[in-house]
């Protein structure tokens, strides 16, 4: 697949739907107290960074990038699309934050993301690229619904 990742506004109605199918899959799953994701108005802040994945004029996929401190990010809003799961699009939007945030200094990456057998292919995509299970991080606290993971980054 030539998946494309470009920077995006969250202006367009495609955004705003997969965005949408996003949380709404994140609230049937999790309880309202353990649902983290972000909605639209919290993405469009200054210390996020939200990208879209396009295959071709197709919107497959999303993720975005949280700065915590100027030596840590945390990933947000990673989804994608049920048609194209298991095909590449997580690795890839996970390849770009990783790039993006290794460029901007970060020394360890953190995300935290459910313990529900739904998010076992999250879990494991991010096990995968070198993240490790963690205590609660920034605002976060211990969440039986919830698992922290984190990874250090290589900066060059």
């Not at 030539?2 to 109605?13: E, F, G, P, Q």
């Not at 919107?59 to 700065?67: N, P, Q, T, V």
């Not at 945030?101 to 690229?129: D, Q, V, W």
Request: glycine residues 8%; aromatic residues 6%.
């Amino acid at each position: 697949m030539d998946i494309k990742i470009r920077v995006d506004d969250l202006r367009s109605r495609a955004v705003a739907d997969l965005l949408n199918a996003h949380l709404a899959t994140m609230r049937a799953q999790s309880p309202p107290e353990s649902a983290h994701a972000l909605d639209l108005e919290q993405l469009r802040v200054p210390d996020v960074t939200f990208w879209t994945a396009w295959l071709g004029r197709e919107l497959i996929g999303m993720g975005a990038l949280k700065e915590l401190n100027p030596q840590h990010g945390e990933i947000k809003s990673m989804h994608t699309r049920n048609t194209v799961r298991r095909r590449g699009t997580g690795q890839a939007i996970l390849d770009h934050i990783l790039s993006v945030a290794r460029s901007r200094g970060y020394h360890r990456l953190s995300l935290e993301t459910g313990s529900m057998a739904a998010f076992a292919p999250a879990r494991s995509l991010y096990g995968r690229n070198g993240f490790s299970i963690c205590s609660p991080f920034a605002d976060y606290r211990e969440d039986p619904n919830s698992v922290f993971m984190t990874r250090s980054l290589d900066v060059g």
